[in-house]
């Protein structure tokens, strides 16, 4: 039996040392996810928690430093700090690293987030919510759709251009006109459904996009769409859906949207 031993004026009843143990592979037997999220963002880890799968799937965050104002100069910005930010992830092999912002990676652009992110990480898969939202609509098979996002009138329609260029058709368009970060984190999903809505029940759409990944929407996807009889997702819907597929997880998820239920395809 071991003796006690004082240290100090407390005394140990037991000091055992050297316990064996046994190793096994770790939380995510299925996918590891790494995800770089904006300092300033409130909502994406919930959003995520409720949209990936409860078990094998490992999710690992790092924050990436962002300013709260939403300007074209801020999001440049944080380009210069992507790869110090992939650093900070765990010494764990990768399936797939998201960048979590929908209007930083079409200003930075979506190659050159998967440039700075391999300047760290080579090979592995990258994709960000601009990128997630193509991959989903795709997969929905529908190309006019309603853009909803918090944004200023600015960010708003050179966010259309640019996914347009992309290949979307955005005949319709709807925003809350919210250039800081932490209100927009704050608008109730009782006024994003509403929004859904309104705007997605415009005859020249198929389907809505909500941008932003401070926006609260996963949680309230299915019950929208059984609505508004149209598929919906988001930039935090899409991108955890497209991290899922592209770290193999390819199996219909009930309950998360139309999305979820669709089958992996062509990524």
Known sequence: MDAPVTRADETLVLDKEHIPFKTDDGIGTRANLGLLVLRTDQTIEDEFRYALPARDIALYEARLYSDVEITPENLMKMSAVIPATVGLLPDVKFDVIGFACTSGALVIGEDKVAARVHEVLPGVQVTNPVTAARAALKALGVSRIALLTPYLAKINHSLRASLMARGMDIPVMGS????????????????????????????????????????????????VEKELGKPVTSSNHALAWHMLRLGGIGEQIAGKGELFRCRPGHL
């Not at 006109?177 to 209100?183: I, M, Y």
């Not at 005859?203 to 401070?214: H, K, L, P």
């Open 176 to 223: 809350f006109n919210e250039a800081d970060d932490n209100v927009v984190a704050r608008i109730t999903p009782a006024s994003v459904k509403q929004a859904i809505l309104e705007i997605g029940a415009s005859s020249d759409c198929e389907a809505v996009f909500v941008s932003c990944t401070s926006m609260r929407v996963a949680r309230i996807i299915e019950e």
